[in-house]
């Protein structure tokens, strides 16, 4: 639409109201978007155009695809009185899985192939019908470790959405995981709409093209490509500072002492 529709081509730039609540990866994503349409100005469709489910079996509408375990057991909603039909900002098929906590826990996990050294985020819904505890979303590497992740969570009342953020290994190979471990027994627990995505945000490398020292502000000013909120530099192999983000090419840090002329090796690391 920002291509073609008559309202929206001539439009000098875009606003994101939500964008001081989004995570870092959405922030990402977001960014790659604006340099894609706005500043290189490009008309062709963002991505491959793919809008095909990285999960098997994503909403619980089959049978298959999930390894189960435990009591778990794809239920259709309609026999279930306690959850709600819609899922606020996504509307749901006709059924659902339903965990209830044992003796032991119980689990549902799939295994995916994916891009080797690649960022994703793994989401889901999640409502807790009864009992206390928190769910649990995880994505694990082909010998069961966790894989590198920063984990999040959003509330759409009542339905809760866990939010994980992986990266994969040399073999791109991930197992997402959905569980009730650490809910009290006899809790209920209902999973919905799982979703993997790739960051292709947080995949393109953050670099600093240009740096200006400003000592009277105490400020060193940074331009660059793909910057990150979040991130930190370091200035000569010494202690971290905190960027004050402004946009993805521009960012700033605040100085604690005026630095010396001269040439200065900075060392920028993201938050993920």
């Not at 992986?166 to 190979?173: E, I, K, L, S, V």
Request: with cysteine; proline share 7%; glycine share 10%.
């Amino acid at each position: 639409m920002l291509a073609n529709d008559s309202s929206l081509t001539p439009m000098p730039g875009v606003a994101f109201w939500p964008f001081y609540r989004a995570r870092t990866d959405t922030i990402a994503h977001v960014n790659e978007l604006i340099r894609h349409y706005y500043h290189t100005g490009r008309t062709d469709y963002y991505g491959d155009g793919d809008y095909a489910q990285l999960v098997g079996n994503a909403g619980f509408e089959e049978d298959g695809v999930w390894e189960l375990a435990g009591t778990a057991e794809i239920v259709n909603y309609g026999s279930l009185e306690e959850v709600p039909n819609q899922h606020e900002p996504a509307s749901h098929g006709q059924r659902c899985l339903r965990m209830v906590r044992g003796e032991a826990a119980c689990t549902a996990r799939q295994t995916l192939s994916l891009e080797p050294d690649t960022w994703y985020t793994l989401t889901a819904y999640c409502l807790i019908g009864s009992g206390a505890g928190a769910p649990l979303l995880e994505a694990l590497a082909p010998g069961g470790e966790p894989l590198q992740a920063h984990r999040g969570q959003a509330t759409w009342d009542p339905w809760l959405t866990p939010v994980v953020t992986f990266r994969t290994g040399d073999a791109g190979q991930a197992t997402i995981g959905l569980s009730d471990d650490s809910m009290s027994r006899g809790a209920t627990t209902y999973w919905d709409f799982v979703e993997v995505e790739e960051c292709r945000g947080i995949n393109r490398p953050s670099v600093i093209r240009r740096a200006s020292l400003d000592n009277a502000r105490r400020r060193l000013a940074i331009q660059g490509q793909s910057l990150m909120p979040g991130s930190t530099i370091s200035i000569d192999e010494g202690e971290p500072s905190l960027i004050e983000w402004a946009s993805p090419t521009e960012a700033w840090v605040t100085l604690k002492e005026p630095l010396p002329l001269g040439r200065h090796t900075l060392r920028l690391r993201r938050p993920y």
